[in-house]
C-alpha cells in the first residue's frame, strides 16, 4: 500500500504552510517522511538545496528541521523548564542560552508561572504547549506541528496563532501546520496543501482553499460536523 | 540560584546517608564490619547500574560484567608480585611481572569497565526493549566463561586469593561518595538530560534532535567505568573473589536494590542499595541461626527466597519502588507552582 503518492511539498522560510486533509489522507505519513521518521520508496527529500533522504531524525533535527508529535508526552521527571532547555542543549546550544531562550518561550506560550513545576503534572492543554515551546527551542530553520491545537480550549487559539506568526515573523522560520482547527489553520497560513488520499488534491492561498469546491466536499464539510477528531 | 540549592539538597540525602553507614561501620565489632562496608560498596554498584538503567529507561542484565571485569583486573593487578609468580602462573608475563598501588588500582579498574562498555556498547546501544535485556543478559554469560576459562588473564575457575584488603571505612565510605557524585554531576549534565528525556518518548526526543543512541552509549561506558570501580572496592574489601561472586546471583541482588528503591532516581538508588544490603545480611545470619530475643534460623536459601519476594511485592504493590522513583527532598521545601494541586500522574 502507498500513503503518498506524487506529492510534492515546498516550505520556504519565513512562511506558514498549512496541511489540511481527511484522516488518513497521509498527513502524518509525509511529516515522518520529511522529519525521518520514515523513509520513502521513492523521491527524495531535501533541506535548503541538500538531499537529506537518508538522515536520522535527530541529524535532520540538528540541521534545522524539527517536528512536533501529536500525542508527545513531556519529560516528566524534569520541570517544566528544564523540558524546553533539554531540547535547546539537543541541538548545541551553550547552557546559559538555553536558559535563556527557554525562559523567552515559556513567556509567550503562558507557561512562565509553572516554569519550576514537573511537567508530569501538567493539565494536558499544557502539555500540548510545552511540546510546543520544545520544538521551539531548537530555534528550528523549519518546524513541523502535527495538531499543536488539538485538545486547546478555543479561547486560547488566538494566542496560539500568534506564537507561530512569531516563529515566522521574529525568528525567520518555516512552519508546517497541520491541524483540524479549520479557523486557525485559515487565520496563520500563507499557503494551504490539501491532501486526500495520499494526492494532493489543491494548493494554494487560504482564500483559494476555501472556495475550491473540490476541498470542501473532500474535508471541509467533513469537519464542520466532526470539529477537531484527533 | 534556586536551583542550586536545589540540587544541594538532592545530593545531600544520599551522601548523609552512605556518610552515616560509614560512620556507623566504625563503631561495630570487626566482625560485623564487614556487613556496612559490602553495604557501601553495594551503593556503589547499584548507583553505577542506575547511571545505564535510571538514565535510559533501558534494562540491562548485563553491568555485572563490568563490577566482574574491574574486580579481575584491580584483584591480578595488586597480588604482591613474589606470590603472583607462584599462583598465577599462566598470566600475561605483562600482567604476571607487574603489581600496582590501590589508587592506581581503582582507577584500572574504572578504565577497563568504561573502556569494555564502550566496545560492546557499540553494537549493543542499538537495541532497546526486550532485545536490550536479552542481550546484555548475554554479555554477562560471555564475560562470565571468558573469565572462568582464559587463564592468561585471570586466576580462571580457581579463587583469586592474596589481594589487599585496603577497602575499608575510609575508602567504602569514600567509593560511594564518588560514584554518587559522579551519577549526580552525569545526570544534571546536558548529556544526562538528554537521555532522560530520551527515556519518557525517544521519538520527541529524536525530534528535537537528541541522538538517542549516542547518548545511550555514553551512559553505558560511564555506568561501566563506575561499575568497574565499584568491582575494585569489592575485590579490595574481600581480599579474594571468585568469578561466580561476579555472576548470576549478584546481578539479581543488585537489580532488586534498584528495583526497591526506585529505578529513576539516585536517591533510590542508595537508598535501596543500603535497606537490601542489610537485609541480605540480616538474612545470611538468620540462616546461620541468629538471637533477636528469640533463637531465629532459617533454612537454607531462605535468604534468596525472601529478597526475591520483596522485589516481586515491590514491583506489584510499589512499581516506582520505596522513594517513588524521585530525588531527595526536605519535606516542606518544595519546587514552587501547581506540583500540590496537580492530579497524580497516571501510573
Known amino acids: 500500500m502507498q500513503a503518498l503518492q506524487g506529492v510534492n511539498l515546498e516550505l520556504h522560510r519565513k512562511e506558514v504552510v498549512g496541511l489540511i486533509g481527511p484522516n488518513g489522507a497521509g498527513k502524518s505519513t509525509l511529516v515522518n517522511v520529511l522529519t525521518g521518521f520514515d523513509f520513502p520508496s521513492e523521491g527524495t527529500v531535501e533541506l535548503e538545496g541538500r538531499d537529506i533522504t537518508g538522515w536520522s531524525s535527530h541529524r535532520r533535527a540538528r540541521a534545522g528541521l524539527t517536528r512536533s508529535f501529536q500525542h508527545s508526552r513531556s519529560f516528566r521527571d524534569l520541570s517544566v523548564r528544564e523540558n524546553v532547555e533539554v531540547s535547546a542543549l539537543g541541538v548545541g546550544a551553550g547552557p546559559r542560552a538555553a536558559r535563556k531562550r527557554a525562559d523567552e518561550l515559556l513567556a509567550v506560550l503562558g507557561l512562565a508561572d509553572l516554569a519550576e513545576a514537573s511537567a508530569g503534572a501538567l493539565a494536558h492543554g499544557d502539555e500540548r504547549r510545552l511540546g510546543v515551546a520544545r520544538v521551539l527551542a531548537t530555534d528550528p530553520a523549519f518546524v513541523l506541528l502535527d495538531e499543536p491545537a488539538a485538545g486547546l480550549p478555543e479561547s486560547e487559539v488566538p494566542q496560539f496563532a500568534a506564537v507561530i506568526r512569531s516563529v515566522r515573523d521574529d525568528h525567520g522560520g518555516g512552519v508546517l501546520l497541520i491541524d483540524h482547527n479549520m479557523a486557525l489553520v485559515m487565520a496563520v497560513c500563507d499557503r494551504i496543501h490539501v491532501l486526500d488520499q495520499g494526492r494532493t488534491l489543491a494548493a494554494g492561498t487560504p482564500a483559494e482553499i476555501r472556495s475550491n469546491l473540490d476541498v470542501a466536499a473532500a474535508y471541509l464539510g467533513e469537519t464542520a460536523v466532526t470539529g477537531a477528531d484527533a | ?341 496537580a492530579p497524580a500522574p497516571p501510573a
Open chain 2, 1 to 341: 540560584m534556586r536551583r542550586y540549592v536545589e540540587g544541594a539538597v538532592q545530593l545531600l540525602g544520599p551522601v548523609a546517608l552512605v556518610v552515616v553507614v560509614g560512620i556507623l561501620s566504625t563503631t561495630v565489632s570487626s566482625a560485623n564490619r564487614i556487613y556496612f562496608l559490602n553495604a557501601l560498596v553495594s551503593v556503589a554498584m547499584v548507583v553505577a547500574i542506575y547511571v545505564f538503567v535510571g538514565n535510559s529507561g533501558v534494562l540491562s542484565f548485563g553491568q555485572i560484567s563490568f563490577v566482574a571485569v574491574g574486580a579481575f583486573a584491580a584483584g591480578v593487578m595488586t597480588v604482591p608480585l613474589d606470590s603472583k609468580k607462584g599462583v598465577l602462573t599462566e598470566l600475561f608475563p605483562l600482567l604476571r611481572d607487574h603489581s600496582i598501588g590501590n589508587i592506581p588500582s581503582l582507577l584500572l579498574a574504572a578504565g577497563i569497565g568504561g573502556l569494555f562498555a564502550l566496545v560492546v556498547g557499540l553494537p549493543l546501544m542499538r537495541l532497546s526493549g526486550l532485545a536490550a535485556g536479552i542481550a546484555t543478559f548475554a554479555l554477562l554469560e560471555i564475560t562470565h566463561n571468558i573469565l572462568q576459562q582464559w587463564t592468561k588473564i585471570g586466576p580462571g575457575a580457581t579463587t583469586l586469593s592474596l589481594v589487599p584488603q585496603t577497602t575499608g571505612a575510609w575508602q567504602a565510605t569514600l567509593g560511594a561518595l564518588v560514584a554518587i557524585a559522579g551519577a549526580f554531576a552525569y545526570q544534571r549534565s546536558r548529556l544526562g538530560r538528554q537521555l532522560r528525556a530520551s527515556r519518557e518518548d525517544p521519538a520527541a526526543a529524536q525530534g528535537i534532535g537528541v541522538d538517542v543512541h549516542r547518548q545511550r552509549l555514553w551512559a553505558f561506558t560511564f555506568s561501566g567505568a563506575l561499575a568497574g570501580f565499584a568491582g575494585a572496592l569489592s575485590v579490595h574489601l574481600l581480599g579474594s573473589i571468585t568469578t561466580d561472586q561476579v555472576y548470576l546471583e549478584l546481578t539479581f541482588l543488585t537489580l532488586a536494590m534498584l528495583v526497591f528503591g526506585g529505578l529513576t532516581s539516585l536517591w533510590g538508588a542508595v537508598v535501596g542499595a543500603l535497606a537490601i544490603s542489610g537485609l541480605d545480611s540480616f538474612l545470611g545470619q538468620a540462616e546461620q541461626g541468629v538471637h533477636i530475643g528469640f533463637k531465629l534460623d532459617l533454612p537454607t536459601g531462605s535468604r534468596l527466597v525472601f529478597l526475591a519476594a520483596i522485589m516481586a511485592l515491590v514491583l506489584i504493590l510499589r512499581p516506582s519502588g520505596l522513594t517513588g522513583g524521585g530525588e531527595f527532598r526536605i519535606p516542606g521545601l518544595r519546587r514552587a507552582g501547581p506540583r500540590e494541586e
